[in-house]
């Protein structure tokens, strides 16, 4: 089993960037497929939401249409940890982060396709 933590979440004006990172311990990342989702804090009930997400090797990305060409998933499986690069940052960006690691690659962009989760880093964008 795979343990997760998120950080770098914070306070960031709309048009600015974080660097959220995830760092994995008790297995090798590599073995998982990994992804970010987001729920925004007003919405505790809804699924989370799909952001991006990366093979094994980190040779393939996807990301939503609501991120494309701001936001970058990127991974170090050396150090463990897989990255989102989030540039101009919307205040509808605004929500939880969270990461994910699935052992398959048959659900990629919903959150039933992943087995294990980090506790999640917030992002405020102020507007």
């Known amino acids: 089993q795979v343990q997760l933590v998120e950080s770098g979440g914070g306070l960031v004006q709309a048009g600015g960037s974080l660097r959220l990172s995830c760092a994995a311990s008790?297995?090798?990342?590599?073995?998982?497929?990994m992804g970010w989702f987001r729920q925004a804090r007003q919405a505790p009930g809804k699924e989370r939401e799909f952001?991006?997400?990366?093979?094994?090797?980190?040779?393939?990305?996807w990301s939503a249409d609501s991120v494309k060409g701001r936001f970058t998933i990127s991974r170090d499986n050396a150090k463990n940890t897989v990255f989102l690069q989030m540039n101009s940052l919307k205040p509808e960006d605004t929500a939880d982060y969270y990461c994910a690691a699935s052992i398959d690659m048959s659900r990629l962009t919903t959150a039933p396709g992943y087995h294990y989760w980090g506790q999640g880093t917030q992002v405020t964008v102020s507007s």
């Open positions: 008790g297995r090798t990342l590599s073995r998982y497929v």
């Open positions: 952001v991006a997400a990366i093979t094994r090797s980190g040779d393939r990305t």
